[in-house]
């Protein structure tokens, strides 16, 4: 072969690699466009945050055949998914690629266990979700309006689906644990009102923008009142007596889910989906006792350093009952909340190189604590932090500086408003890795040490209290689920390591019995992404960069925790090369 005919052979072997390069990112982003488009239309998103749903006209359908529908479909883009070579995309595709397939693996392995059967848990579930979706919702042109309608007149279907999913958590034995759910009903009859003008439904029509024609406004209001008072009312009326007359007298005897039939088996699973890690129950209990131990030291120290005379269980029942810790009023808890977090917006530019552009506000919320609430992705709306301003006996002011940093920036609100404007697939800006997400989170916490907050011992003790909670997660969780723990018991472990209050403690327990394996993503996430740190410390020396590994960590949306191993590993190596 001639020097000619063999660079023409060469150039010809490029073209063809070339072509079939760019036929495979073609049929990817076609896979993701068609995946999105029909996740859309079911108005399902895998692994979204539960806090950020708001209807979107009709709802979806949970029933056994719609379910049947999306797990076939999801086959079909496994299937779609494996025809396309990952090597021949670009670096930011095959990152798309690598999340994509685990969630869709993670979805096809969902459909082998009850989770449909549990549509709610102590802190909240779709009846709440769904009536307390229009405060978080911009109703700025009619055609937001009329969305909303078609969810008013939908929700009856919605509620009957999902009362047969009940129906067979009773008849399967799915159901939740007697001691956690006693008085739940209350969280359906508080939205079950004589008056629709006073209901919750109702709330956007009470005063609507301007640019609504008043004739326009008049129709609404009135189509909106029928269909509260003939359709959404009565639905939650049929769940109210559904709920006490069949499922209430049918909830499980035993706390952990590992006392049902396949409930280790489900645990495990559940475990996997929310630390995205393979850890054993066992693994992460044992990490879990490791980690009250040394944060329990440091909480001593601090004790010591401030002359205490008692026991440390004397010092938290100081801690929980001194009134110099708790605010004065509604107003006092939110002007000290929103005094930390304008500080710490302040602070944002020395850790971070890129700041989203969407804000977010602090707003008081009743009946559970302290959460956020992501922004609209189109920003018409901003992020909100929710505190609870009516218990203030279970919101002490020396966690204050940490809940606010964990929830507002640069925690929750960072994060999640960051990663609904990163040049991102649809799916990934919606994806939320429970590890990944309140990993960041608690990160995020301690994040404040080196933003000058804390100075006071007692908020820098109540920093570890919220760490040592965590840590604490890991124990009760798993001794819950998969050692057989009693509710008491778990309460008594927590009460003695926590510095929370009672009230608290037994709201927490209630929540991990009822939501298992979600409360053990915080800590794994945390200590996941402290270890990159160090790891990314220790191999750059003196050229680490904090603002550009903050970057790289909440950069690229929501990811697993090998994914985020990856993406820091890359990272490393390009700052060495």
């Known amino acids: 072969m001639t020097r000619l005919s063999a660079a023409i052979t060469a150039c010809l072997f490029a073209s063809i690699a070339l072509a079939q390069d760019s036929v495979n990112t073609s049929d990817f982003k076609a896979l993701l466009d068609e995946h999105w488009q029909r996740a859309q239309q079911e108005q399902i998103f895998f692994r979204t945050d539960s806090d950020s749903y708001r209807p979107n006209g009709r709802l979806a359908e949970v029933s056994d055949q719609a379910r049947a529908r999306r797990q076939a479909f999801n086959e079909s883009v496994l299937n779609r998914l494996n025809r396309i070579d990952r090597s021949a995309l670009s670096d930011q595709d095959k990152l798309n690629y690598t999340v994509f397939r685990y969630e869709r693996e993670a979805e096809r392995e969902s459909y082998e266990y009850p989770n449909h059967l549990f549509p709610f848990n102590s802190l909240s579930g779709y009846h709440s979700y769904f009536a307390d979706a229009p405060a978080n919702m911009a109703f700025n042109a009619v055609a937001d309006y009329e969305r909303y309608l078609v969810s008013l007149a939908d929700f009856p279907r919605y509620n009957r689906e999902h009362i047969e999913l009940l129906a067979q958590a009773v008849e399967s034995g799915y159901t939740q644990y007697c001691g956690s759910i006693a008085g739940y009903e209350k969280s359906i009859s508080k939205y079950i009102v004589q008056q629709p003008r006073e209901s919750a439904f109702y709330a956007p029509f009470k005063t609507m923008p301007d640019t609504v024609a008043p004739a326009v406004q008049a129709d609404l209001r009135k189509q909106a009142l029928q269909l509260i008072e003939k359709e959404v009312l009565p639905a939650y009326g049929e769940l109210y007596r559904f709920f006490v007359e069949s499922y209430l007298p049918a909830c499980r005897a035993e706390a952990g889910i590992s006392s049902l039939d396949g409930g280790a088996e489900f645990y495990a699973h559940l475990l996997r989906f929310f630390t995205t890690t393979n850890m054993t129950p066992i693994e992460i209990h044992e990490l879990g006792l490791s980690e009250t131990r040394r944060i ?5 120290a601090i004790i010591n350093k401030l002359g205490f005379e008692g026991s440390f269980s004397e ?6 009952t001194d009134q110099r810790f708790y605010a004065a009023d509604s107003r006092d808890l939110l002007e000290k909340t929103a005094l930390i977090a304008k500080q710490m917006d302040g602070m944002m530019p020395s850790l971070f190189g890129h700041l989203p552009r969407n804000t977010y506000a602090v707003r008081p919320v009743e009946g559970r604590g302290a959460y956020y609430m992501p922004g609209a992705t189109d920003g018409s709306a901003p992020g909100v932090y929710y505190i609870n301003t009516t218990n203030l006996a279970a919101q002490p002011l020396y966690n204050l ?3 606010t940093l964990h929830e507002a920036v640069p925690g929750h609100h960072h994060q999640t408003a960051l990663a609904m404007e990163l040049d991102l697939p649809e799916f990934r800006k919606t994806t939320y890795h429970a590890a990944f997400g309140e990993g960041w989170g608690l990160y995020a916490e301690r994040l404040g040490l080196e933003a000058g907050f804390y100075t006071d011992p007692y908020s820098n003790f109540g920093r570890l209290t919220y760490e040592m909670w965590r840590a604490n997660r890991l124990v009760v969780d798993t001794g819950i689920h998969a050692f057989g723990w009693s509710r008491q018991q778990a309460i008594d472990y927590l009460m003695a390591n926590s510095a929370l209050t009672l009230p608290e403690v037994e709201s927490e327990i209630d929540r991990y019995i009822t939501w298992p394996g979600q409360a053990t993503a915080y800590k794994i996430g945390e200590l996941s992404i402290r270890a990159l740190r160090e790891k990314a410390e220790t191999a750059l020396g003196p050229a680490f960069d904090i603002r550009q590994f903050h970057d790289v960590v909440v950069g690229n949306g929501s ?15 390009g700052q060495l090369q």
């Open 296 to 300: 329990r030291a440091e909480m001593e």
């Open 315 to 320: 010092f938290l029942d100081f801690m929980r």
């Open 401 to 403: 500086e940490a809940l």
């Open 559 to 573: 990811v697993p925790i090998a994914a985020l191993q990856d993406i820091v590993d890359e990272w490393i190596a």
